[in-house]
């Protein structure tokens, strides 16, 4: 029955290539405007004027910047903390993203060929703890982030993705944790979300699902009430070093002992960062509401994901509305972050509004009422770093590869301990202790990625329709591994 619908569905996605995407990417992201809407009348932030003075001035007041200043004053109630936030904070990433929730589990594999199985089974431990951090934080936190606890799932949706579900089991029994990957049958997943091409899967337990954007401005509204002193249209433009160092913005500097970095994609700029980190883009599809629609096919609370590299994720909202991510955008060539391939490439809207009719045609009659992008910061090792510039008290944080709602939380502590001077649970994680490969200089980078990218996504596509990519498609695709690099391998 499968293979039937599924070769039926080629024809349909290739209609499909030419009807989307129905409504343009824009911004802001769906989650965002939401988000604070919902908050009302909240002002903003000052903007920094004169000088002023702290223990740690923190720039970026995304997730990691705001969990580390949380995780700060939960340590030292005492330490003065500043965050620098260029536009208003959860502008970035963090108040678009696809708001599903999972640590490291599913990485298993993956991490345990880069960093060895104990340490693959430290950051899964770490990620679960994570998971835990975030749940105290939800449930004490006044506004309702719309936080659900049903796990997650890998599923195949193509012939081809199968062999992938039997490695997820295997590895976990390989490192002694059998139970966190579970493999469902064909019947099984259809019980949980119903969709003619999903084929089997693997259940995690560990995962939820967040409105990102309330989350963001939850802990915000935290971090304030912790005496964290927020600075909002307040970018950097120069970090002069010494004993004690000097933030520099437009309107104003502050002076600090210890700077922490957390702006995500803008550090691509910075020696020690950029050879191991490349900047993609992701893309993200909000529909209209239809509650009874969706909970009739998809009844659970699990966030799902398909087994392609360049992943198709999805997840429900509480009030009956699917979000569905495609991280198939493009890659940007070196530092240029905010170019428009970032944040308005129908292209990459189309793969995501596609991938939507094509995995939940159950829900084929409901308009799409936003679709955004975003620029992700994709490790070499997929894995993210939080470190200190060597001879100096600058630490930086970045890396998480499209996947950082759980773990920028362990950021917030990794960066927390460093600040702290602390040898602990956090900064003993291979997080912050590996060696990170090196990825190719630019212009060799863009060119090598851009090929890689086009030949994934040839044989991906190709496969879902049964059939093989093209040679060169097939042979580009290839590459990543042959090299030992984890980017382009899933
Ligand atoms: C479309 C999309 C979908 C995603 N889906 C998921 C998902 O479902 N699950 C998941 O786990 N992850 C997902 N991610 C990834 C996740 O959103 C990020 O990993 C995470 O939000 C990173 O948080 P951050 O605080 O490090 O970065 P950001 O949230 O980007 O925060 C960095 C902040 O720094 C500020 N800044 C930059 N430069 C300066 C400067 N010079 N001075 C002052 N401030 C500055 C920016 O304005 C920004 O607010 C997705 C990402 C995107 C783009």
């Not at 949706?157 to 990957?181: E, F, I």
Request: aromatic share 8%; net charge positive; charged share 20%.
């Amino acid at each position: 029955m499968t293979a039937t619908l599924a070769a039926g569905t080629a024809s349909h996605r290739e209609a499909a290539a030419e009807r989307y995407p129905t409504v343009p990417p824009m911004r802001p992201a769906w989650w965002f405007a939401e988000a604070l809407a919902a908050e009302g009348d909240v002002p903003p932030c000052p903007a920094l004027r004169g000088e002023a003075q702290a223990d740690v001035a923190i720039v970026g007041g995304g997730f990691t910047g705001l969990w580390t200043a949380l995780a700060l004053k939960d340590r030292n109630p005492g330490l003065d903390v500043v965050i620098l936030e260029a536009e208003t904070c959860g502008a970035g990433a963090s108040g678009m993203n696809g708001g599903k929730v999972h640590g490291y589990w599913a990485s298993l594999g993956g991490m345990a060929a880069q960093i060895g199985p104990d340490g693959a089974l430290a950051v899964a431990r770490a990620g679960a703890r994570a998971q835990d951090g975030l749940r105290a934080f939800v449930r004490q936190c006044a506004q309702d982030v719309w936080w659900r606890e049903g796990g997650s799932i890998r599923v195949s949706a193509s012939p081809a993705q199968d062999q992938k579900l039997a490695g997820y089991v295997a590895t976990a029994q390989r490192l002694g944790v059998p139970d966190s990957a579970v493999a469902l049958s064909e019947a099984e997943v259809q019980a949980r979300c119903a969709s003619p091409v999903m084929r089997g899967g693997v259940f995690f337990e560990e995962g939820a699902t967040v409105h990102p954007g309330r989350l963001v401005r939850a802990l915000r509204a935290a971090a304030l009430a912790r005496g964290v002193r927020i600075y909002e249209d307040a970018r950097m433009v120069g970090l002069d070093p010494g004993v004690p160092m000097r933030v520099r913005t437009a309107g104003g500097q502050v002076i600090a002992r210890d700077v922490v970095l957390a702006t995500n994609v803008a550090l691509i700029d910075r020696p020690g960062v950029r050879e191991h980190m490349t900047v993609f883009s992701s893309y993200a599809l909000m529909t209209d509401a239809d509650p009874d629609c969706l909970s009739r096919f998809w009844p659970g609370e699990e966030g799902i994901s398909d087994l392609r590299m360049f992943v198709h994720y999805f997840r429900k909202t509480p009030d009956g509305r699917i979000l569905m991510g495609s991280g198939s955008g493009p890659i940007l060539y070196g530092d240029r972050i905010g170019s428009d391939s970032a944040r308005y490439d129908r292209a990459s809207a189309a793969r995501a509004e596609a991938g939507l009719r094509r995995l939940l045609p159950g829900f084929g009659h409901v308009r799409v009422a936003s679709v955004w992008g975003g620029a992700i910061d994709v490790a070499s090792d997929r894995l993210p770093y939080f470190g200190t510039v060597p001879g100096t008290r600058v630490h930086f944080g970045c890396g998480y590869s499209g996947h950082g709602v759980n773990p920028t939380y362990i950021g917030g502590q990794c960066l927390a301990s460093l600040v702290l001077g602390l040898r602990d649970e956090w900064t003993s994680l291979p997080l912050c202790t590996r060696t990170r490969p090196r990825l190719p200089p630019e212009p060799f980078r863009y060119l090598g990625g851009n090929a890689i990218r086009w030949g994934i996504m040839n044989c991906e596509i190709a496969k879902e329709r049964g059939q093989r990519g093209s040679l060169p498609a097939r042979a580009l695709a290839a590459l990543p591994r042959a090299l030992g690099m984890r980017i382009g391998v899933r």
